[in-house]
């Protein structure tokens, strides 16, 4: 039972445009939720998060938007950066989830020049 | 200088032996974990540690032993082992027990069992 899921094994998007991944959960007890990123040959690096008291948060290019009542998180990317093409992880915590990271599969985003 | 480093990166072995995975970190934490991305690429949690104490087995079978010889280190026997445990083994370290989230993670050690 994956309580956290992508749904979108990848994207492909244009250099200098939007990219928006997206991320689902089926447990309301989660109160914390993360963006990791991971290159080939590399461990996941975090890279942004969000609490369940807040809609949305934002660093720099990345802006993480999370809507509670549809248990629906997505991660904004602006401008795309081929530099930003890597597997992207939602991941969240909370509840009896307490003390341990719940990822979903990943997205593969790809960035064009 | 790397701050969560295990060995080895690479692992391919035989049904039935046995091995182990190192893991260091040199950051301070007081919590490392073991992580396991299965082939449909879920990370799901194995382990965790706090200051050498176990406070996580996710109903892990018992050929997997970790051992905290230190907070700074997280080493990962596996027993016997089958080819459901190929896998990329992924240690990590967070400064406590998960307040906000964040974890470090070592480059992953990929497991082949033939």
């Known amino acids: 039972d994956q309580q956290v899921k992508q749904n979108s094994p990848s994207l492909s998007v244009q250099e200098g445009r939007i990219s928006i991944l997206n991320c689902d959960y089926t447990n309301s007890m989660f109160d914390y939720f993360l963006w990791y990123k991971k290159y080939p040959a590399e461990g996941p690096t975090f890279l942004i998060s969000?609490?369940?008291?807040?809609d949305k948060n934002e660093d720099g290019r990345f802006t993480v938007f999370l809507n509670k009542s549809a248990k629906h998180l997505s991660l904004h990317i602006v401008p795309s950066q081929p530099g930003d093409s890597a597997v992207y992880f939602c991941a969240a915590s909370g509840g009896t989830s307490y003390g341990k990271l719940t990822f979903g599969q990943g997205t593969i985003l790809t960035v064009h020049p | 200088d790397t701050a969560v480093s295990q060995t080895p990166k690479y692992l391919v072995t035989q049904m039935g032996n046995d091995k182990s995975i190192k893991c260091e970190q040199n950051?301070?934490?007081?919590?490392m974990y073991w992580y396991k991305q299965d082939s449909k690429k879920f990370l799901k949690i194995m382990f965790s540690?706090?200051?050498?104490?176990?406070?996580i087995n996710e109903t892990v079978p018992n050929r997997f032993s970790p051992k905290s010889p230190d907070k700074a280190h997280l080493n990962l026997h596996i027993n016997s082992l089958e080819l459901g445990d190929s896998a990329v083994y992924f240690c990590?370290?967070?400064?406590?027990?998960?307040?906000?989230?964040?974890?470090?993670f070592g480059e992953g050690s990929r497991l082949t069992v033939l």
């Open positions: 969000i609490s369940s008291i807040k």
């Open positions: 950051l301070g934490h007081d919590t």
């Open positions: 540690y706090n200051n050498k104490e176990l406070i």
């Open positions: 990590a370290s967070s400064q406590d027990v998960l307040n906000t989230g964040e974890l470090f």
